[in-house]
């Protein structure tokens, strides 16, 4: 069975500072897909990265960028210039290419200070 | 289109009573997840629907828990004699591919 784990549980950065969040999961599957989500305080999920393992180019998104190592099966998301809306749980989920379900991690908040 | 919406947001309910919530998925999209979210924790698939045909369902959800999605569009999921340990968000997503889009989640208490 696939597993995600993210091991940090809070994490607190100044605004503008770049914060790394971690997450490793173990799978026997070569074909999968690995998530960044984001769930800001009573609001709802927002996907904010994604990463197709076959791709070996990380991925970026504006502010948002990943270090996939997929022998090291790590996960890494990185924000740069953190800004106070990024305010958040930030959950590290895996798919498996043969189904559509989600493999969830338990998520680290993140605080970002004025 | 204006995303996943889910209906009601909260609800309340004593124990033993039944349950139903409902999700509207984005128009274009075929397939429509449930998950269960309990406070600081991580979602828990629950099951997923391709369009009308529910193709696959977790070991969580029990005999007391039901999910149909009769014209492939919106989908409801039903709870009966509620428990206490019910009480969590429930998320409903839909996607068109691998990306899997969310409502805002019902928050469901069990008193």
């Known amino acids: 069975a696939q597993t995600v784990t993210q091991s940090q549980p809070e994490m607190s950065v100044q605004e503008a500072e770049t914060v790394t969040l971690s997450c490793t999961y173990d799978?026997?599957?070569?074909?999968?897909?690995l998530f960044w989500y984001k769930q800001p305080p009573s609001r709802q999920m927002i996907l904010v990265i994604r990463?197709?393992?076959?791709k070996q180019q990380n991925a970026t998104e504006n502010r948002f960028s990943v270090n996939f190592q997929k022998a090291a099966k790590s996960f890494s998301l990185k924000i740069s210039d953190s800004q106070l809306g990024d305010t958040a749980m930030y959950f590290c989920?895996?798919?498996?290419?043969?189904?559509?379900?989600?493999?969830w991690g338990a998520g680290t908040k993140l605080i970002i200070k004025p | 289109d204006t995303g996943v919406s889910q209906d009601p947001r909260h609800k309340i309910t004593k124990r033993g009573q039944n349950v139903t919530f409902r999700c509207d998925p984005i128009?274009?999209?075929?397939?429509l997840y449930w998950y269960r979210q309990t406070l600081g924790q991580g979602p828990e698939f629950l099951t997923y629907f391709q369009n009308e045909a529910q193709l696959e369902k977790s070991r969580l959800l029990s005999d007391r828990f039901s999910a149909e999605r009769p014209k492939g569009s919106f989908s409801t999921l039903e709870i009966q004699r509620t428990e206490q340990g019910d009480s969590a968000m429930y998320l409903c997503?839909?996607?068109?591919?691998?990306?899997?889009?969310f409502g805002p989640g019902t928050r469901l208490t069990v008193t």
């Open positions: 989920a895996f798919m498996k290419d043969s189904n559509y379900q989600l493999i």
């Open positions: 990463q197709e393992a076959y």
């Open positions: 799978t026997s599957e070569n074909n999968y897909y």
């Open positions: 128009s274009e999209h075929n397939r």
């Open positions: 997503a839909s996607s068109g591919d691998y990306e899997q889009y």
